[in-house]
């Protein structure tokens, strides 16, 4: 039988593991809602996106509007996806433009991954499926607009469902 401190190194190291491991998860803050969304991107050089969403935050959904466009690409993609939306204090502070980098190359299927933030703090932290033939390198800025008009109430799904009504 082994003394117990000799299994004190890997009890610590597991520890200090989980610890860090917990810490990444958190740095863009608290998630607060959870954004569904459809996407069409399409470019000749310069490029223009349009699509929909839904936003789950509280109790209630939200339909989003969401336009906006980068430089540098060619093709057309369209892009299903969801987004873990961090630190939404106020349904307002949804409403703006978003900022982001994002690369794609699209052959039929792909996937990408893309954080987005606003001047009033929110950050969503997007994964997408694309489908279509586009290739693009381009700083994002996309701008969302939620209608608070025509919320109902709705709980928070675990997977989004396609297509968003």
Partial sequence: MRPAFLYAPVI????????HSARAADVLGQPT????????????????????GRLFFGNHSYPVKITG????????????????VYNLARLSDINGTYWS????????????????DNNHGVDIKTTMRTSGAHLAAAVMRLTLR??????R????????????H
Avoid: Q
């Fill in 12 to 19: 610590l190291a597991a520890g200090l593991l989980a610890t």
């Fill in 33 to 52: 809602a959870k954004l569904c969304f459809t996407l069409h991107d399409a470019a000749l050089a310069g490029g223009y996106s349009w699509g929909k």
């Fill in 69 to 84: 466009g980068g430089a540098v690409g060619i093709g057309y993609s369209k892009l299903k996806g969801e987004g873990t």
């Fill in 101 to 116: 980098v994002r690369a794609e190359a699209t052959m039929a299927r792909g996937r990408n991954v893309a954080v987005l």
């Fill in 146 to 151: 939620v209608d608070p008009g025509r919320e």
């Fill in 153 to 164: 109430v709705d709980t928070l799904p675990t997977t989004c469902s396609f297509p968003i």
